[in-house]
């Protein structure tokens, strides 16, 4: 039976924009929670027949989902469809005895927490509102309701941060221990209010980008985390903690989004929801299709993706599968700088970046790809 197995639901609403983030969000808008998610329901009810019965995953995302008035929060969990994994995306400071208690009750399976760091300081440069404790006391109240699976995101690179200042986050981070942890790069978009007030730091920072990733690998490897895709790790047993919606990307797998801003990949077409709210809350209030963008995918896109992002995994690409999306002459460039390997397999030849190669990441997948 074909259908989409993997649900993104975009909530947008925050309590403030942090100067860095380039999400689709909008602030506050407390009297339009509910129309919101009567549309993202109606949309749903639209694209019902994009998904197969049985769901292996479902997203919500953000925004910060957990910001969404409780009652209109609730009314969604309880509509959605049912799923291996649903992960709620969460801010620290939102997390309390009731709303954990809310989301576990409705099918929330993991929660991912947006800590981003543990130093004051730093997390005022973020302008994030949440404190360390509050961070702290939100994996407590997740585990008193209940949650066994628990992500952490993190990010280095921030403007006046050191090598110190990570290696006291890994910490922090590793004291709560998360089922899960994602570290990323402080990526800061070019004429944000960000860049212009942290533009010198953010060029220092960078210069130092991979000695703090070789330093989140080497922590977090050392305390039993699998490294299994470039800025994610989970905890290395018998339970498979990887975060099953992510993988479903970075298999190049179909997968419906609904709300403003969402994508979504189906039958060889990517479309895109345009990200005004009061455009969206009507189209679907009138019964119609949100506005969108459409973009074909053609087989060579389908297999350069596929490369690209397969080649972020810890798990190898068949070659097979990726056809001529590879140059060959210089993944045998490649091969003898130690960057790749190739092994035979039952399906074929697999590909896969070594350890140094994984640092160099990008550039060397760059390369890699046929003109």
């Not at 985390?225 to 179909?254: I, M, P, Q, S, V």
């Not at 190739?342 to 060397?364: Q, S």
Request: hydrophobic content about 40%.
């Amino acid at each position: 039976m074909s259908g989409v197995r993997h649900l993104y639901v975009h909530l947008p609403f925050c309590a403030h924009r942090c100067g860095y983030c380039d999400f689709v969000t909008v602030v506050g808008r407390g009297g339009e929670h509910a129309a919101y998610v009567d549309a993202l329901l109606a949309e749903l009810e639209r694209e019902q027949s994009v998904l197969h019965p049985d769901l292996e995953t479902v997203f919500l995302g953000g925004g910060t989902p957990t910001f969404t008035a409780p009652r209109e929060l609730e009314r969604l969990l309880h509509a959605l469809p049912a799923a291996d994994e649903v992960t709620v995306e969460a801010n620290p400071e939102t997390v309390s005895p009731e709303l954990a208690a809310l989301i576990r009750e409705n099918g929330v399976t993991r929660v991912s927490l947006g800590a981003q760091s543990f130093q004051p300081q730093l997390l005022e440069v973020l302008e994030r509102r949440a404190s360390p404790d509050d961070v702290r006391g939100a994996v407590h109240t997740l585990r008193e309701a209940g949650f066994a699976n628990v992500s952490l995101d993190l990010v280095y690179g921030i403007p006046g941060q050191s090598a110190s200042d990570l290696d006291a986050d890994l910490a922090e981070a590793l004291a709560l221990e998360p089922e899960h942890l994602s570290c990323y790069e402080l990526e800061a978009k070019p004429g944000t209010r960000f860049t212009h007030a942290h533009g010198d730091e953010l060029v220092r920072q960078a210069e130092a980008m991979e000695g703090y990733f070789e330093q989140v690998v080497d922590t977090l490897t050392a305390a039993g985390y699998r490294w299994y895709e470039t800025a994610n790790f989970c905890l290395d047993g018998r339970r498979d903690l990887r975060a099953k919606h992510n993988l479903g990307y970075w298999l190049g797998r179909d997968y419906l989004g609904i709300g403003i801003g969402a994508v979504s990949t189906v039958d060889g077409v990517r479309r895109r929801n345009l990200p005004s709210l009061p455009r969206y809350v009507a189209a679907l209030a009138r019964g119609e299709e949100p506005a969108r963008e459409l973009e074909q995918i053609d087989e060579d896109t389908r297999r350069r993706e596929r490369l690209l992002l397969g080649l972020r995994l810890d798990e190898p690409v068949v070659l097979a599968d990726v056809g001529d999306a590879v140059d060959d002459e210089a993944l045998e460039r490649l091969r003898t700088l130690g960057l790749v390997e190739v092994a035979a397999n039952g399906r074929g030849d697999e590909l896969r970046l070594t350890r140094r190669g994984r640092f160099l990441g990008g550039g060397v997948t760059a390369e890699l790809l046929s003109a």
